[in-house]
């Protein structure tokens, strides 16, 4: 029998975790719980249930690890540190600022029970975090830069939606390739938000709307776009779905440092993902890390990790001797 897994929240999350599931044999799909009606929800394996949330609590023995994929703005608060009382957990948790309360309610809640609980894995925070801090321990004199892009950001996309007059909307976090481009020359260039990142929108407007208006909501809207420089584009619902209907993503991670007596030599370490799909790839750090939830676990541990806490051998599927043999 392999790691026996739940997933909670069947989005365009859930459903690459479900896929990604197939691609680990050592672990298997044992539920899908959602706050959808059960019976109406139709997912990819044969044979698996489909639960009500209100179900899950009722499940504890039965799921080894639960991954939760649900929004951070009001999902993952709540519901990672409710699940932690029944099973270990793994979320991708984004909102950086609350992080910090967010693993101490989870941690609260993990230790109680004796869980483990992982929270904020994905790639920003997740993969991108462990590289910024590789980099910085490797080269303490130097600086850090991270772009995204160029990719939709959905979190953009869906504010746009929220304007009145808007039917659908994508919009495209994209890096300045000049500022990329001064960064890893090793110019160590100072950078203001606006030089490091342009917003591109492709919005679907409702018959009638006004659109000069809708555009101006867009690029003054604060916390969103109006620190960047901000292009609008009007297209039709076909074009959208036709040229805009993934969900693409990527970025780059880069230090530059210098060592030396005089710190007279430099360096770059870059980091970088080209995405297809920004939700398939997230799930797929989401699969790895409830591996190591797992296994943390059984060893004993308890309590709210990140993925900076974690040794990268507890993520793979294979045994020590044979990483040493193939990776090392």
């Not at 929240?9 to 959602?34: H, S, W």
């Not at 793994?90 to 941690?107: K, N």
């Not at 483990?116 to 590789?134: A, T």
Request: charged share 25%; net charge negative; aromatic share 8%.
């Amino acid at each position: 029998m392999g790691i026996r897994v739940g997933i909670l929240g069947y989005g365009n999350m859930g459903k690459g975790v479900e896929c990604a599931i197939r691609q680990n044999p050592d672990l298997e799909l044992t539920a899908v719980f959602t706050r959808r009606n059960p019976a109406e929800l139709k997912i990819l394996t044969e044979g698996v249930k489909v639960c009500s949330v209100a179900e899950a609590p009722g499940m504890k023995g039965e799921i080894d690890v639960m991954i939760l994929c649900g929004g951070s703005a009001t999902d993952l608060p709540v519901q990672t540190p409710e699940m932690a009382k029944y099973f270990n957990v793994v979320d991708s948790f984004d909102t950086h600022a609350r992080i910090p309360e967010h693993f101490d309610a989870v941690d609260q809640s993990a230790r109680e029970s004796g869980h483990v609980g992982i929270i904020s894995v994905g790639w920003d925070p997740g993969m991108f975090s462990l590289n910024r801090l590789y980099a910085n321990v490797i080269l303490p004199e130097g600086k850090d830069y991270t772009f995204w892009g160029k990719g939709v950001s959905q979190g953009h996309s869906d504010a746009i939606r929220r304007i009145a007059g808007v039917k659908d909307a994508r919009q495209y976090t994209i890096p300045v390739s000049s500022a990329l481009e001064a960064v890893r020359s090793g110019a160590n260039p100072e950078l203001s938000t606006r030089q490091k990142h342009t917003r591109e929108c492709y919005v679907v407007a409702e018959p009638g709307a006004d659109l000069k208006r809708i555009e101006e909501e867009i690029v003054h809207m604060p916390n969103y776009f109006a620190d960047y420089d901000t292009t609008v584009h009007f297209i039709s619902e076909e074009e959208l779905l036709r040229e805009h209907g993934g969900i693409p993503h990527g970025g780059f991670v880069i230090r530059s440092g210098k060592t030396g007596w005089n710190t007279e030599n430099s360096h770059i370490i870059e980091y970088s993902l080209k995405l297809d799909s920004n939700p398939e790839f997230t799930s797929s750090v989401l699969v790895a890390y409830a591996r190591a939830a797992y296994r943390l676990n059984q060893e004993g541990h308890k309590g709210c990790k990140s993925v900076l806490d974690i040794a990268p051998a507890y993520l793979s599927a294979k045994d020590g001797a044979e990483l040493r043999r193939s990776l090392l």
